[in-house]
Protein backbone atom coordinates (compact mmCIF):
# COMPACT_ATOMS: atom_id res chain seq x y z
CA UNK A 1 0.00 0.00 0.00
CA UNK A 2 1.36 3.48 -0.97
CA UNK A 3 1.48 6.57 1.11
CA UNK A 4 -2.26 7.73 0.85
CA UNK A 5 -3.20 10.57 -1.55
CA UNK A 6 -4.87 13.16 0.49
CA UNK A 7 -2.08 12.84 3.03
CA UNK A 8 0.51 13.75 0.68
CA UNK A 9 -1.18 16.39 -0.61
CA UNK A 10 -1.72 17.80 2.96
CA UNK A 11 1.61 17.77 3.27
CA UNK A 12 2.55 19.91 -0.12
CA UNK A 13 -0.16 21.89 1.09
CA UNK A 14 1.71 22.77 4.39
CA UNK A 15 4.46 22.92 2.57
CA UNK A 16 4.01 25.50 0.86
CA UNK A 17 1.27 27.36 2.58
CA UNK A 18 -1.00 27.67 0.25
CA UNK A 19 -4.12 25.80 -1.60
CA UNK A 20 -3.46 27.22 -5.10
CA UNK A 21 -3.65 24.94 -7.96
CA UNK A 22 -2.00 26.20 -10.73
CA UNK A 23 -4.13 25.27 -14.08
CA UNK A 24 -1.63 24.50 -16.70
CA UNK A 25 -3.84 25.49 -19.92
CA UNK A 26 -1.35 26.26 -23.05
CA UNK A 27 -3.86 27.63 -25.46
CA UNK A 28 -1.98 27.75 -29.08
CA UNK A 29 -3.41 31.36 -29.71
CA UNK A 30 -2.57 32.70 -26.54
CA UNK A 31 0.93 31.41 -25.84
CA UNK A 32 4.02 34.03 -25.43
CA UNK A 33 5.98 35.04 -28.34
CA UNK A 34 9.27 34.02 -27.63
CA UNK A 35 7.87 30.39 -26.93
CA UNK A 36 6.23 30.33 -30.16
CA UNK A 37 9.51 31.94 -31.87
CA UNK A 38 11.51 29.00 -29.89
CA UNK A 39 9.43 26.38 -31.24
CA UNK A 40 9.50 27.83 -34.83
CA UNK A 41 13.53 27.65 -34.58
CA UNK A 42 13.56 24.11 -34.01
CA UNK A 43 10.13 23.02 -36.05
CA UNK A 44 8.58 23.33 -39.37
CA UNK A 45 5.25 21.41 -39.16
CA UNK A 46 2.60 23.18 -37.30
CA UNK A 47 1.69 19.53 -34.83
CA UNK A 48 5.32 19.64 -33.69
CA UNK A 49 5.38 23.41 -33.01
CA UNK A 50 2.64 23.40 -31.36
CA UNK A 51 3.76 20.61 -28.88
CA UNK A 52 6.75 21.90 -28.57
CA UNK A 53 5.60 25.22 -27.65
CA UNK A 54 2.89 23.53 -25.49
CA UNK A 55 6.30 21.54 -23.29
CA UNK A 56 8.17 24.71 -22.69
CA UNK A 57 5.82 27.22 -22.08
CA UNK A 58 4.50 24.98 -19.33
CA UNK A 59 7.87 23.99 -18.66
CA UNK A 60 8.85 27.75 -17.56
CA UNK A 61 5.40 28.06 -15.88
CA UNK A 62 6.09 25.24 -13.65
CA UNK A 63 10.02 26.65 -13.34
CA UNK A 64 7.75 29.83 -12.27
CA UNK A 65 5.05 28.53 -10.07
CA UNK A 66 7.15 25.11 -8.12
CA UNK A 67 8.42 27.26 -5.42
CA UNK A 68 4.98 28.99 -4.67
CA UNK A 69 2.43 26.52 -5.02
CA UNK A 70 1.59 22.83 -3.92
CA UNK A 71 -0.04 21.35 -7.15
CA UNK A 72 -0.45 22.18 -11.12
CA UNK A 73 -3.59 21.23 -13.45
CA UNK A 74 -2.48 20.50 -16.71
CA UNK A 75 -5.69 20.30 -19.06
CA UNK A 76 -5.39 17.17 -21.38
CA UNK A 77 -8.13 17.95 -23.99
CA UNK A 78 -5.07 21.26 -25.15
CA UNK A 79 -2.48 18.75 -25.77
CA UNK A 80 -4.93 16.34 -27.18
CA UNK A 81 -5.95 18.72 -29.68
CA UNK A 82 -2.39 18.35 -30.98
CA UNK A 83 -2.89 14.58 -31.47
CA UNK A 84 -0.24 12.64 -29.80
CA UNK A 85 2.68 14.44 -30.10
CA UNK A 86 0.62 16.69 -27.73
CA UNK A 87 0.35 13.69 -25.43
CA UNK A 88 3.74 13.14 -25.08
CA UNK A 89 3.99 16.83 -24.95
CA UNK A 90 1.85 16.01 -21.61
CA UNK A 91 3.43 13.18 -20.50
CA UNK A 92 6.59 15.22 -20.46
CA UNK A 93 5.39 18.26 -18.50
CA UNK A 94 3.76 16.11 -15.97
CA UNK A 95 6.99 14.42 -15.69
CA UNK A 96 8.74 17.17 -15.21
CA UNK A 97 6.31 18.89 -12.47
CA UNK A 98 6.49 15.99 -10.65
CA UNK A 99 10.04 15.87 -10.74
CA UNK A 100 9.97 19.32 -9.24
CA UNK A 101 8.07 18.18 -6.26
CA UNK A 102 4.92 18.83 -7.09
CA UNK A 103 1.27 16.91 -6.67
CA UNK A 104 0.11 16.62 -10.47
CA UNK A 105 -4.05 16.47 -11.03
CA UNK A 106 -4.23 15.74 -14.39
CA UNK A 107 -8.17 17.31 -15.81
CA UNK A 108 -9.13 14.40 -18.18
CA UNK A 109 -12.44 13.81 -17.04
CA UNK A 110 -12.82 10.21 -18.15
CA UNK A 111 -15.21 8.24 -17.56
CA UNK A 112 -16.42 4.42 -18.95
CA UNK A 113 -17.66 1.22 -17.54
CA UNK A 114 -16.15 -1.36 -15.79
CA UNK A 115 -12.80 -2.78 -17.13
CA UNK A 116 -12.18 0.59 -19.53
CA UNK A 117 -12.52 2.46 -16.62
CA UNK A 118 -10.13 0.45 -14.91
CA UNK A 119 -7.34 1.15 -18.18
CA UNK A 120 -7.99 4.75 -18.12
CA UNK A 121 -7.02 4.92 -14.24
CA UNK A 122 -4.16 2.78 -15.12
CA UNK A 123 -3.29 5.56 -17.67
CA UNK A 124 -2.78 8.57 -15.43
CA UNK A 125 -2.90 7.34 -11.91
CA UNK A 126 0.64 6.76 -10.90
CA UNK A 127 0.52 8.47 -7.44
CA UNK A 128 3.05 7.68 -5.24
CA UNK A 129 4.62 5.58 -8.19
CA UNK A 130 6.03 7.74 -10.81
CA UNK A 131 6.48 4.64 -13.14
CA UNK A 132 3.36 3.28 -12.72
CA UNK A 133 1.49 5.27 -15.06
CA UNK A 134 2.59 6.66 -19.00
CA UNK A 135 0.87 9.67 -17.23
CA UNK A 136 2.14 10.48 -14.03
CA UNK A 137 -0.44 12.16 -12.63
CA UNK A 138 -1.05 12.30 -8.68
CA UNK A 139 -5.17 12.28 -9.32
CA UNK A 140 -7.16 12.63 -12.05
CA UNK A 141 -11.08 14.67 -12.65
CA UNK A 142 -13.63 11.83 -13.20
CA UNK A 143 -17.26 12.29 -14.25
CA UNK A 144 -20.12 10.59 -13.04
CA UNK A 145 -22.57 10.26 -15.13
CA UNK A 146 -22.33 6.57 -15.75
CA UNK A 147 -22.92 5.56 -12.18
CA UNK A 148 -21.57 4.64 -9.05
CA UNK A 149 -20.55 1.26 -10.15
CA UNK A 150 -18.08 2.66 -13.02
CA UNK A 151 -16.19 5.10 -10.13
CA UNK A 152 -15.09 2.38 -8.16
CA UNK A 153 -12.23 0.57 -10.95
CA UNK A 154 -11.30 4.42 -10.66
CA UNK A 155 -10.92 3.96 -6.38
CA UNK A 156 -9.19 0.64 -6.41
CA UNK A 157 -6.36 1.63 -8.73
CA UNK A 158 -5.90 4.99 -6.85
CA UNK A 159 -5.87 3.40 -3.90
CA UNK A 160 -3.91 0.51 -4.69
CA UNK A 161 -0.95 3.37 -6.14
CA UNK A 162 -1.40 5.98 -3.51
CA UNK A 163 -3.31 8.51 -6.33
CA UNK A 164 -6.91 10.20 -6.02
CA UNK A 165 -9.40 11.05 -8.11
CA UNK A 166 -12.06 14.02 -7.94
CA UNK A 167 -15.06 13.49 -9.21
CA UNK A 168 -17.34 16.00 -11.28
CA UNK A 169 -20.08 17.22 -8.72
CA UNK A 170 -21.16 20.75 -9.10
CA UNK A 171 -19.43 21.99 -12.27
CA UNK A 172 -18.35 25.98 -12.74
CA UNK A 173 -20.08 26.57 -16.09
CA UNK A 174 -22.91 28.61 -16.98
CA UNK A 175 -25.23 25.57 -17.94
CA UNK A 176 -24.50 23.53 -15.26
CA UNK A 177 -27.88 23.39 -14.04
CA UNK A 178 -28.98 21.40 -16.76
CA UNK A 179 -28.98 17.99 -14.89
CA UNK A 180 -26.85 18.74 -12.19
CA UNK A 181 -29.30 20.99 -10.44
CA UNK A 182 -32.82 18.97 -11.83
CA UNK A 183 -34.36 17.98 -8.19
CA UNK A 184 -35.06 14.06 -7.46
CA UNK A 185 -36.16 12.88 -4.37
CA UNK A 186 -36.20 16.41 -2.67
CA UNK A 187 -32.87 17.34 -3.52
CA UNK A 188 -30.63 18.09 -6.68
CA UNK A 189 -28.63 15.69 -8.38
CA UNK A 190 -25.67 17.01 -7.84
CA UNK A 191 -26.01 15.98 -4.23
CA UNK A 192 -26.59 12.34 -4.97
CA UNK A 193 -23.68 12.49 -6.33
CA UNK A 194 -21.68 14.20 -3.83
CA UNK A 195 -23.16 11.76 -1.27
CA UNK A 196 -21.48 8.49 -3.49
CA UNK A 197 -18.93 10.60 -3.29
CA UNK A 198 -18.58 11.16 0.26
CA UNK A 199 -19.40 7.01 0.98
CA UNK A 200 -16.10 6.27 -1.64
CA UNK A 201 -14.38 8.82 0.82
CA UNK A 202 -15.26 7.57 4.18
CA UNK A 203 -14.36 3.85 2.52
CA UNK A 204 -10.88 5.29 1.37
CA UNK A 205 -10.24 7.73 4.24
CA UNK A 206 -7.13 8.23 6.12
CA UNK A 207 -6.47 11.33 8.63
CA UNK A 208 -9.57 12.34 7.77
CA UNK A 209 -10.23 12.61 4.38
CA UNK A 210 -10.71 10.20 1.92
CA UNK A 211 -8.46 9.66 -1.57
CA UNK A 212 -11.85 10.61 -3.32
CA UNK A 213 -12.69 14.03 -3.91
CA UNK A 214 -14.57 16.34 -5.86
CA UNK A 215 -15.04 19.47 -8.20
CA UNK A 216 -17.00 21.81 -7.24
CA UNK A 217 -17.33 25.44 -9.45
CA UNK A 218 -16.09 28.52 -7.84
CA UNK A 219 -19.03 30.46 -9.33
CA UNK A 220 -21.70 28.60 -7.10
CA UNK A 221 -20.94 30.14 -3.74
CA UNK A 222 -23.69 29.07 -1.98
CA UNK A 223 -23.81 25.83 -3.33
CA UNK A 224 -19.57 25.30 -2.50
CA UNK A 225 -20.84 25.79 1.02
CA UNK A 226 -23.86 23.14 0.85
CA UNK A 227 -21.04 20.82 -0.67
CA UNK A 228 -18.57 21.30 1.57
CA UNK A 229 -21.01 20.42 4.55
CA UNK A 230 -22.30 17.60 3.04
CA UNK A 231 -18.74 15.94 2.06
CA UNK A 232 -16.70 16.52 5.15
CA UNK A 233 -14.83 13.73 3.98
CA UNK A 234 -13.76 14.36 0.81
CA UNK A 235 -10.51 16.95 -0.70
CA UNK A 236 -12.28 19.58 -3.22
CA UNK A 237 -11.13 21.11 -6.33
CA UNK A 238 -12.76 24.33 -6.93
CA UNK A 239 -12.79 25.44 -10.75
CA UNK A 240 -13.69 29.34 -11.70
CA UNK A 241 -11.86 31.34 -9.57
CA UNK A 242 -10.04 34.58 -11.52
CA UNK A 243 -11.50 34.34 -15.28
CA UNK A 244 -14.30 32.75 -14.40
CA UNK A 245 -15.44 35.57 -11.65
CA UNK A 246 -14.83 33.53 -8.97
CA UNK A 247 -13.55 35.41 -5.69
CA UNK A 248 -11.66 34.32 -2.42
CA UNK A 249 -14.83 35.24 -0.37
CA UNK A 250 -16.54 32.91 -2.88
CA UNK A 251 -14.49 29.99 -2.15
CA UNK A 252 -13.71 30.47 1.30
CA UNK A 253 -16.56 27.86 2.25
CA UNK A 254 -14.81 25.37 0.15
CA UNK A 255 -11.94 24.75 3.63
CA UNK A 256 -11.98 23.45 7.01
CA UNK A 257 -11.25 25.85 9.94
CA UNK A 258 -7.47 24.27 9.39
CA UNK A 259 -7.08 26.18 6.07
CA UNK A 260 -7.19 22.16 4.37
CA UNK A 261 -9.47 20.73 2.38
CA UNK A 262 -9.39 22.49 -0.84
CA UNK A 263 -7.42 23.45 -3.69
CA UNK A 264 -8.80 26.67 -5.66
CA UNK A 265 -7.41 26.57 -9.31
CA UNK A 266 -6.74 29.27 -11.60
CA UNK A 267 -5.68 28.48 -15.00
CA UNK A 268 -5.69 31.45 -17.59
CA UNK A 269 -5.43 33.92 -14.71
CA UNK A 270 -2.00 32.76 -14.28
CA UNK A 271 -1.09 31.26 -17.53
CA UNK A 272 -1.88 34.47 -19.19
CA UNK A 273 -1.44 36.91 -16.55
CA UNK A 274 0.95 39.37 -19.21
CA UNK A 275 -2.65 39.93 -21.29
CA UNK A 276 -4.76 40.95 -18.80
CA UNK A 277 -4.88 43.85 -16.65
CA UNK A 278 -2.71 45.20 -13.85
CA UNK A 279 -0.01 42.99 -15.41
CA UNK A 280 -0.22 43.73 -18.53
CA UNK A 281 1.10 47.33 -18.45
CA UNK A 282 3.36 46.11 -15.75
CA UNK A 283 4.95 43.17 -17.51
CA UNK A 284 4.05 42.61 -21.45
CA UNK A 285 4.30 39.43 -23.33
CA UNK A 286 8.36 39.80 -22.71
CA UNK A 287 8.20 39.28 -19.18
CA UNK A 288 5.24 36.85 -19.40
CA UNK A 289 6.73 34.77 -16.09
CA UNK A 290 7.13 37.40 -14.09
CA UNK A 291 3.06 38.34 -14.75
CA UNK A 292 2.35 34.59 -13.66
CA UNK A 293 4.41 35.05 -10.83
CA UNK A 294 2.73 38.12 -9.56
CA UNK A 295 0.06 36.97 -10.80
CA UNK A 296 0.18 33.70 -8.07
CA UNK A 297 1.46 35.74 -5.53
CA UNK A 298 -1.39 37.52 -5.62
CA UNK A 299 -3.72 34.98 -5.29
CA UNK A 300 -1.99 33.44 -2.53
CA UNK A 301 -2.20 36.55 -0.57
CA UNK A 302 -5.56 37.11 -1.75
CA UNK A 303 -6.79 33.37 -0.07
CA UNK A 304 -4.94 34.13 2.74
CA UNK A 305 -6.61 37.61 3.58
CA UNK A 306 -9.94 35.83 3.14
CA UNK A 307 -10.08 32.88 3.36
CA UNK A 308 -8.69 30.27 6.51
CA UNK A 309 -6.08 29.23 4.46
CA UNK A 310 -4.24 31.97 6.51
CA UNK A 311 -4.12 29.12 9.26
CA UNK A 312 -1.41 27.54 6.96
CA UNK A 313 1.12 30.00 7.02
CA UNK A 314 0.36 30.90 10.85
CA UNK A 315 -1.55 27.80 12.15
CA UNK A 316 -3.72 28.99 15.09
CA UNK A 317 -1.82 28.24 18.71
CA UNK B 1 -20.29 22.79 -45.02
CA UNK B 2 -19.73 19.08 -45.43
CA UNK B 3 -21.82 16.45 -46.00
CA UNK B 4 -23.86 15.62 -43.41
CA UNK B 5 -22.59 12.73 -40.74
CA UNK B 6 -25.80 10.97 -40.23
CA UNK B 7 -26.49 11.16 -44.33
CA UNK B 8 -22.72 9.72 -44.65
CA UNK B 9 -23.08 6.79 -42.16
CA UNK B 10 -26.96 5.94 -43.66
CA UNK B 11 -25.52 5.47 -46.87
CA UNK B 12 -22.51 3.05 -45.46
CA UNK B 13 -25.19 1.15 -43.55
CA UNK B 14 -27.29 0.57 -47.25
CA UNK B 15 -24.40 -0.32 -48.70
CA UNK B 16 -23.21 -2.81 -46.37
CA UNK B 17 -26.84 -4.02 -45.59
CA UNK B 18 -26.49 -3.88 -41.82
CA UNK B 19 -26.48 -2.34 -38.68
CA UNK B 20 -23.28 -3.99 -36.88
CA UNK B 21 -20.60 -1.65 -35.40
CA UNK B 22 -17.89 -3.12 -34.63
CA UNK B 23 -15.78 -2.36 -31.11
CA UNK B 24 -12.12 -2.10 -31.66
CA UNK B 25 -11.15 -3.02 -28.28
CA UNK B 26 -7.25 -4.17 -27.88
CA UNK B 27 -7.18 -5.88 -24.44
CA UNK B 28 -3.59 -6.66 -23.71
CA UNK B 29 -3.72 -9.69 -21.95
CA UNK B 30 -6.05 -11.49 -24.42
CA UNK B 31 -4.31 -10.73 -28.00
CA UNK B 32 -3.38 -14.16 -30.10
CA UNK B 33 -0.37 -15.52 -30.05
CA UNK B 34 0.91 -14.58 -33.65
CA UNK B 35 0.20 -10.96 -33.24
CA UNK B 36 1.92 -10.38 -29.97
CA UNK B 37 5.03 -12.72 -31.38
CA UNK B 38 5.20 -10.14 -34.05
CA UNK B 39 5.87 -7.24 -31.97
CA UNK B 40 8.12 -9.34 -29.53
CA UNK B 41 10.41 -9.83 -32.63
CA UNK B 42 9.74 -5.96 -33.62
CA UNK B 43 10.56 -4.28 -29.78
CA UNK B 44 11.62 -5.12 -26.64
CA UNK B 45 10.04 -2.18 -24.15
CA UNK B 46 6.64 -3.40 -23.29
CA UNK B 47 5.35 -0.53 -24.37
CA UNK B 48 6.66 -0.40 -28.04
CA UNK B 49 5.23 -4.02 -27.64
CA UNK B 50 1.52 -3.49 -26.79
CA UNK B 51 1.18 -0.47 -29.28
CA UNK B 52 2.70 -2.57 -31.97
CA UNK B 53 0.50 -5.28 -31.50
CA UNK B 54 -2.78 -3.16 -31.06
CA UNK B 55 -1.73 -1.29 -34.32
CA UNK B 56 -1.63 -4.82 -35.81
CA UNK B 57 -4.20 -6.46 -33.98
CA UNK B 58 -6.69 -3.56 -35.24
CA UNK B 59 -5.78 -3.43 -38.71
CA UNK B 60 -6.04 -7.13 -39.29
CA UNK B 61 -9.66 -7.14 -37.74
CA UNK B 62 -10.37 -4.03 -39.73
CA UNK B 63 -9.05 -5.79 -43.28
CA UNK B 64 -11.74 -8.62 -42.10
CA UNK B 65 -14.73 -6.90 -40.92
CA UNK B 66 -14.39 -4.22 -43.38
CA UNK B 67 -15.78 -5.74 -46.18
CA UNK B 68 -19.17 -6.72 -44.20
CA UNK B 69 -19.88 -3.33 -41.70
CA UNK B 70 -20.37 0.15 -42.25
CA UNK B 71 -18.25 1.18 -39.44
CA UNK B 72 -16.47 0.78 -36.33
CA UNK B 73 -15.69 2.03 -32.98
CA UNK B 74 -12.38 1.75 -31.70
CA UNK B 75 -12.33 2.49 -27.26
CA UNK B 76 -9.63 4.80 -26.85
CA UNK B 77 -9.32 3.91 -23.47
CA UNK B 78 -7.11 0.80 -24.36
CA UNK B 79 -5.01 2.68 -26.18
CA UNK B 80 -4.61 5.87 -24.03
CA UNK B 81 -3.39 2.60 -20.98
CA UNK B 82 -0.29 2.66 -23.21
CA UNK B 83 0.80 6.36 -22.99
CA UNK B 84 1.80 8.67 -26.43
CA UNK B 85 2.55 5.18 -27.86
CA UNK B 86 -0.80 4.16 -27.26
CA UNK B 87 -2.20 7.36 -28.55
CA UNK B 88 -0.63 7.23 -32.49
CA UNK B 89 -1.29 3.47 -32.46
CA UNK B 90 -5.13 5.04 -31.87
CA UNK B 91 -4.47 7.59 -34.79
CA UNK B 92 -2.93 5.00 -37.76
CA UNK B 93 -5.79 2.49 -36.45
CA UNK B 94 -8.25 5.15 -36.98
CA UNK B 95 -6.53 6.88 -40.21
CA UNK B 96 -6.27 2.74 -41.60
CA UNK B 97 -10.39 2.44 -41.17
CA UNK B 98 -10.87 5.38 -42.85
CA UNK B 99 -8.99 4.33 -45.83
CA UNK B 100 -10.96 0.90 -46.13
CA UNK B 101 -14.00 2.83 -46.22
CA UNK B 102 -15.46 2.75 -43.36
CA UNK B 103 -17.19 4.83 -40.69
CA UNK B 104 -15.34 5.41 -37.53
CA UNK B 105 -16.64 6.59 -34.24
CA UNK B 106 -14.13 7.34 -31.44
CA UNK B 107 -15.05 6.50 -28.21
CA UNK B 108 -13.57 8.39 -25.72
CA UNK B 109 -16.79 9.94 -23.69
CA UNK B 110 -15.23 13.47 -23.54
CA UNK B 111 -16.47 16.16 -21.87
CA UNK B 112 -15.32 19.50 -20.80
CA UNK B 113 -16.77 23.29 -20.41
CA UNK B 114 -16.57 25.75 -23.51
CA UNK B 115 -13.11 26.21 -25.58
CA UNK B 116 -11.71 23.00 -23.53
CA UNK B 117 -14.66 21.02 -25.01
CA UNK B 118 -13.82 22.66 -28.38
CA UNK B 119 -10.81 21.61 -28.14
CA UNK B 120 -11.56 17.89 -27.97
CA UNK B 121 -13.71 18.11 -30.62
CA UNK B 122 -11.23 19.64 -32.50
CA UNK B 123 -8.86 16.83 -31.32
CA UNK B 124 -11.13 13.76 -32.23
CA UNK B 125 -13.55 15.26 -35.13
CA UNK B 126 -12.51 14.97 -38.93
CA UNK B 127 -16.04 14.39 -40.06
CA UNK B 128 -16.21 14.47 -44.30
CA UNK B 129 -12.24 15.67 -44.02
CA UNK B 130 -10.02 13.22 -42.66
CA UNK B 131 -7.10 15.67 -42.26
CA UNK B 132 -9.27 17.99 -39.82
CA UNK B 133 -8.47 16.14 -36.61
CA UNK B 134 -5.45 14.22 -35.66
CA UNK B 135 -7.64 11.20 -34.81
CA UNK B 136 -9.75 11.22 -37.96
CA UNK B 137 -13.03 9.82 -36.30
CA UNK B 138 -16.39 10.79 -38.47
CA UNK B 139 -18.08 10.71 -34.89
CA UNK B 140 -16.69 10.81 -31.00
CA UNK B 141 -18.77 9.60 -27.74
CA UNK B 142 -19.92 12.82 -25.96
CA UNK B 143 -20.60 12.70 -21.77
CA UNK B 144 -23.78 15.47 -20.71
CA UNK B 145 -23.23 15.63 -17.14
CA UNK B 146 -21.45 19.02 -17.23
CA UNK B 147 -24.53 20.07 -18.98
CA UNK B 148 -26.31 21.25 -22.19
CA UNK B 149 -24.11 24.32 -22.73
CA UNK B 150 -21.21 21.86 -22.85
CA UNK B 151 -22.54 20.09 -25.72
CA UNK B 152 -22.74 22.95 -27.97
CA UNK B 153 -19.40 22.99 -28.95
CA UNK B 154 -18.77 19.63 -30.07
CA UNK B 155 -22.01 20.32 -32.50
CA UNK B 156 -20.47 23.40 -33.69
CA UNK B 157 -17.51 21.57 -34.76
CA UNK B 158 -19.42 18.48 -35.96
CA UNK B 159 -21.83 20.94 -37.99
CA UNK B 160 -18.56 22.42 -39.90
CA UNK B 161 -16.77 19.24 -40.50
CA UNK B 162 -19.58 16.96 -41.48
CA UNK B 163 -18.81 14.40 -38.21
CA UNK B 164 -21.24 13.65 -35.66
CA UNK B 165 -21.74 13.24 -31.63
CA UNK B 166 -23.03 10.03 -29.63
CA UNK B 167 -24.46 11.75 -26.37
CA UNK B 168 -24.68 8.97 -23.46
CA UNK B 169 -28.23 8.84 -22.22
CA UNK B 170 -28.36 5.42 -20.88
CA UNK B 171 -25.49 3.20 -20.62
CA UNK B 172 -25.52 -0.45 -20.74
CA UNK B 173 -23.78 -1.16 -17.39
CA UNK B 174 -25.71 -2.24 -14.42
CA UNK B 175 -24.82 -0.25 -12.52
CA UNK B 176 -26.24 2.99 -14.43
CA UNK B 177 -29.12 3.58 -12.55
CA UNK B 178 -27.05 5.50 -10.04
CA UNK B 179 -27.77 9.19 -11.73
CA UNK B 180 -29.23 8.10 -14.85
CA UNK B 181 -32.79 6.62 -13.77
CA UNK B 182 -33.02 9.05 -10.91
CA UNK B 183 -36.97 10.58 -11.40
CA UNK B 184 -36.96 14.22 -11.68
CA UNK B 185 -40.41 16.26 -12.39
CA UNK B 186 -41.91 13.12 -13.51
CA UNK B 187 -39.35 11.53 -15.32
CA UNK B 188 -35.75 10.13 -15.51
CA UNK B 189 -32.54 12.24 -15.72
CA UNK B 190 -32.00 10.20 -18.80
CA UNK B 191 -35.04 11.19 -20.27
CA UNK B 192 -34.52 14.83 -19.63
CA UNK B 193 -30.64 14.28 -21.46
CA UNK B 194 -33.15 12.34 -24.11
CA UNK B 195 -35.16 15.49 -24.41
CA UNK B 196 -32.02 17.51 -25.30
CA UNK B 197 -30.09 15.30 -27.39
CA UNK B 198 -33.50 15.36 -29.95
CA UNK B 199 -33.59 19.26 -29.71
CA UNK B 200 -29.99 19.22 -30.90
CA UNK B 201 -30.69 16.61 -33.55
CA UNK B 202 -33.76 18.51 -34.59
CA UNK B 203 -31.31 21.72 -34.84
CA UNK B 204 -29.15 19.67 -37.20
CA UNK B 205 -31.65 17.94 -39.03
CA UNK B 206 -30.70 16.45 -42.55
CA UNK B 207 -33.22 13.98 -44.15
CA UNK B 208 -34.80 13.19 -41.16
CA UNK B 209 -31.74 12.77 -38.37
CA UNK B 210 -29.28 15.58 -37.14
CA UNK B 211 -25.59 14.88 -36.45
CA UNK B 212 -26.21 14.30 -32.54
CA UNK B 213 -26.85 10.25 -31.77
CA UNK B 214 -27.59 8.93 -28.31
CA UNK B 215 -25.76 5.87 -26.56
CA UNK B 216 -28.35 3.89 -25.06
CA UNK B 217 -27.46 -0.01 -24.05
CA UNK B 218 -28.92 -3.42 -25.34
CA UNK B 219 -28.94 -4.22 -21.96
CA UNK B 220 -32.18 -2.16 -20.90
CA UNK B 221 -34.87 -3.31 -24.05
CA UNK B 222 -37.66 -1.40 -22.17
CA UNK B 223 -35.78 1.91 -21.95
CA UNK B 224 -34.59 1.15 -25.97
CA UNK B 225 -37.97 1.30 -27.05
CA UNK B 226 -39.04 4.35 -24.77
CA UNK B 227 -35.74 6.70 -25.80
CA UNK B 228 -36.37 5.43 -29.98
CA UNK B 229 -39.98 6.72 -29.59
CA UNK B 230 -38.47 10.07 -27.63
CA UNK B 231 -36.00 11.01 -29.98
CA UNK B 232 -37.06 10.05 -33.19
CA UNK B 233 -33.88 12.35 -35.38
CA UNK B 234 -31.55 11.30 -32.98
CA UNK B 235 -29.37 7.97 -34.38
CA UNK B 236 -28.68 5.39 -32.04
CA UNK B 237 -25.42 3.78 -31.06
CA UNK B 238 -26.75 0.81 -28.90
CA UNK B 239 -23.51 -1.32 -26.91
CA UNK B 240 -24.14 -4.65 -24.98
CA UNK B 241 -25.45 -7.18 -27.59
CA UNK B 242 -23.33 -10.25 -27.09
CA UNK B 243 -21.02 -10.30 -24.23
CA UNK B 244 -22.80 -7.53 -21.82
CA UNK B 245 -26.32 -9.92 -22.77
CA UNK B 246 -28.12 -8.05 -25.14
CA UNK B 247 -29.87 -10.49 -27.75
CA UNK B 248 -31.01 -9.57 -31.58
CA UNK B 249 -34.67 -9.40 -29.78
CA UNK B 250 -33.46 -6.88 -26.94
CA UNK B 251 -32.10 -4.21 -29.83
CA UNK B 252 -35.33 -4.45 -32.37
CA UNK B 253 -36.53 -1.19 -30.81
CA UNK B 254 -33.78 0.62 -31.62
CA UNK B 255 -34.60 0.57 -35.38
CA UNK B 256 -36.97 2.56 -37.64
CA UNK B 257 -39.52 0.55 -39.77
CA UNK B 258 -36.91 0.79 -42.88
CA UNK B 259 -34.07 -0.60 -40.56
CA UNK B 260 -31.92 2.55 -39.97
CA UNK B 261 -31.54 4.42 -37.40
CA UNK B 262 -29.64 2.88 -34.85
CA UNK B 263 -25.82 1.23 -35.24
CA UNK B 264 -25.91 -2.19 -32.61
CA UNK B 265 -21.99 -2.49 -31.04
CA UNK B 266 -20.03 -5.83 -30.47
CA UNK B 267 -16.27 -5.59 -29.33
CA UNK B 268 -15.12 -8.19 -27.31
CA UNK B 269 -17.65 -11.04 -28.77
CA UNK B 270 -15.87 -10.08 -32.36
CA UNK B 271 -12.86 -9.41 -31.21
CA UNK B 272 -12.25 -12.13 -29.19
CA UNK B 273 -14.41 -14.17 -30.89
CA UNK B 274 -11.47 -17.65 -31.08
CA UNK B 275 -11.59 -17.39 -27.51
CA UNK B 276 -15.25 -18.10 -27.09
CA UNK B 277 -18.02 -20.62 -27.61
CA UNK B 278 -18.41 -21.92 -30.44
CA UNK B 279 -15.74 -20.45 -32.79
CA UNK B 280 -12.73 -21.48 -29.87
CA UNK B 281 -13.07 -24.95 -30.92
CA UNK B 282 -13.82 -24.84 -34.28
CA UNK B 283 -10.91 -21.84 -35.23
CA UNK B 284 -8.82 -21.22 -31.93
CA UNK B 285 -6.50 -18.50 -31.41
CA UNK B 286 -4.33 -19.58 -35.08
CA UNK B 287 -7.43 -18.74 -36.64
CA UNK B 288 -8.59 -15.69 -34.95
CA UNK B 289 -9.55 -13.87 -38.14
CA UNK B 290 -11.84 -16.30 -39.10
CA UNK B 291 -13.15 -16.35 -36.11
CA UNK B 292 -13.98 -12.94 -36.20
CA UNK B 293 -15.34 -13.26 -39.87
CA UNK B 294 -17.28 -15.57 -39.05
CA UNK B 295 -18.88 -13.97 -35.15
CA UNK B 296 -19.51 -10.85 -37.20
CA UNK B 297 -21.52 -12.99 -39.94
CA UNK B 298 -23.63 -14.41 -37.24
CA UNK B 299 -24.42 -11.04 -35.84
CA UNK B 300 -25.23 -9.55 -39.40
CA UNK B 301 -27.60 -12.97 -39.78
CA UNK B 302 -28.66 -12.53 -36.07
CA UNK B 303 -30.08 -9.08 -37.17
CA UNK B 304 -31.42 -9.39 -40.30
CA UNK B 305 -33.77 -12.21 -38.57
CA UNK B 306 -34.79 -10.88 -35.64
CA UNK B 307 -34.86 -6.95 -36.19
CA UNK B 308 -36.20 -4.53 -39.02
CA UNK B 309 -32.54 -4.26 -40.25
CA UNK B 310 -33.91 -6.92 -42.70
CA UNK B 311 -35.17 -4.37 -44.60
CA UNK B 312 -31.68 -2.84 -45.34
CA UNK B 313 -31.44 -6.43 -47.38
CA UNK B 314 -34.34 -6.79 -48.89
CA UNK B 315 -36.44 -3.13 -48.51
CA UNK B 316 -40.14 -3.04 -48.82
CA UNK B 317 -41.47 -2.50 -52.26
Same mark, same amino acid.
Given at each position: ?30 ? *? ?12 ? *? ?15 ? $????? /? ?31 ? #? ?9 ? $? ?30 ? *??? @???? /? ?32 ? $? ?23 ? @? ?47 ? #? ?41 ? $? ?15
Amino acid at each position: MSIHYTTRLHQAIKAKGTPVLVGLDPRFDQL *PPDVLAHARELHDD *PVAVAASAFEEFCVRLI $DVVAP /LVPAVKPQAAFFEEWGPDGCLALARVIRYARKQ #GLIVICDGKRG $DIGTTAEAYARAYLAGADPLAAAWQSDALTVN *PYL @GRDT /LEPFVRVAKERGAGIYVLVKTSNPGSASFQDRKS $DGTTIYRHVAQVVEELAVETDEQGY @GLVGAVVGATYPQELLELRAAMPHVPLLVPGYGSQGGAAADVAPAFQQD #GLGALINNSRGINFAFKAKPYDEQFGPRRWEAAAEAATKQMIA $DLAAHTSASQLIHPAG
